[in-house]
């Protein structure tokens, strides 16, 4: 690796991994039914799916200054929201190839990106302790989806499903 952006996508790679592991550990589960613990409803799968597919639009490609990947239904994942799914019953196996193919976008804008650019305050000036710059949102996206990976893990316990 000869670039910040190579170590960031490498280290970004390696969190989509252990998510798509999951992933494919949580097959023969219900991807649509929400577990309810203590009397809160926890995310399900497929809620999570879409929304680290939000996120990586958001947090990697937009608010870096790329294009987003324009899905129409995206933003019913946006921060906040509220854990419903944006159609009865969506379909994971879509969901599974529209986070495949959001990642890739990410990846190769990420991969575009310089020292100098990583060091720019991000145009949506979104920040953390008051950090707003372009690579604070790339590590905040690696972080965000290793929380939801660890969603995941919790689902395959609920859903007995052994992991390691």
């Known amino acids: 690796m000869n670039s910040e952006a190579e170590s960031l ?3 970004f790679q390696k969190t989509r991994d252990l998510t798509k592991w999951y992933l494919s550990l949580l097959k023969p589960a219900d ?4 577990w309810e613990v203590n009397g ?3 995310n399900s ?3 999570i799916a879409a929304h680290l597919v939000w996120a990586e639009d958001f947090l990697i490609i937009r608010a870096t200054g790329g294009k987003g990947i324009g899905l129409e239904w995206l933003e019913h994942y946006k921060l906040g929201s509220d854990g419903s799914l944006h159609e009865e019953k969506p379909d994971m196996k879509n969901l599974v190839t529209i986070l495949k193919e959001g990642h890739v976008k990410a990846t190769t804008h990420l991969l575009g990106l310089n020292n ?9 000036g979104f920040g953390f302790a008051g950090v707003k710059t372009n690579r604070m ?3 905040h996206a690696i972080r ?7 969603h995941l893990s919790w689902l395959c316990k609920i859903n007995g499903v052994q992991s390691i």
Do not use: S, V
Request: net charge negative; glycine share 4%.
């Open 9 to 11: 996508a490498d280290t």
């Open 31 to 34: 991807p649509c039914y929400q």
């Open 40 to 42: 809160k409803k926890l």
């Open 45 to 47: 799968i497929a809620w």
């Open 116 to 124: 100098d650019k990583l060091n720019e305050d991000n145009p949506l």
């Open 137 to 139: 949102m790339i590590q």
């Open 144 to 150: 965000h989806e290793a929380m939801h990976t660890g």
